[in-house]
Protein backbone atom coordinates (compact mmCIF):
# COMPACT_ATOMS: atom_id res chain seq x y z
CA UNK A 1 0.00 0.00 0.00
CA UNK A 2 2.97 2.67 0.78
CA UNK A 3 4.55 1.46 -2.26
CA UNK A 4 1.02 2.51 -4.46
CA UNK A 5 1.22 5.56 -2.18
CA UNK A 6 4.69 6.64 -3.34
CA UNK A 7 4.03 5.46 -7.22
CA UNK A 8 0.90 8.00 -7.77
CA UNK A 9 3.11 10.69 -6.18
CA UNK A 10 5.89 9.97 -8.63
CA UNK A 11 3.47 9.74 -11.69
CA UNK A 12 2.19 12.98 -10.78
CA UNK A 13 5.49 14.33 -10.96
CA UNK A 14 6.84 12.35 -13.45
CA UNK A 15 4.73 10.75 -16.25
CA UNK A 16 5.03 7.11 -17.25
CA UNK A 17 4.23 7.65 -20.61
CA UNK A 18 7.21 10.44 -21.19
CA UNK A 19 6.71 11.52 -24.64
CA UNK A 20 2.14 10.80 -24.66
CA UNK A 21 1.97 12.38 -20.87
CA UNK A 22 4.47 15.30 -22.03
CA UNK A 23 2.52 16.42 -24.85
CA UNK A 24 -0.62 16.39 -22.84
CA UNK A 25 1.33 18.27 -19.84
CA UNK A 26 3.12 20.56 -22.49
CA UNK A 27 -0.41 22.01 -23.97
CA UNK A 28 -1.65 22.36 -20.56
CA UNK A 29 1.17 24.77 -20.10
CA UNK A 30 0.48 26.62 -22.90
CA UNK A 31 -2.74 28.03 -22.63
CA UNK A 32 -4.48 27.76 -26.49
CA UNK A 33 -6.67 31.06 -25.43
CA UNK A 34 -3.81 32.69 -24.17
CA UNK A 35 -0.19 32.51 -26.44
CA UNK A 36 2.98 32.96 -24.15
CA UNK A 37 5.56 34.58 -26.42
CA UNK A 38 7.54 35.21 -22.67
Known amino acids: MTNDN ?3 KEVSHT ?3 GESVTNVWERGDESPDEPRDD
Open 6 to 8: RTM
Open 15 to 17: PPN
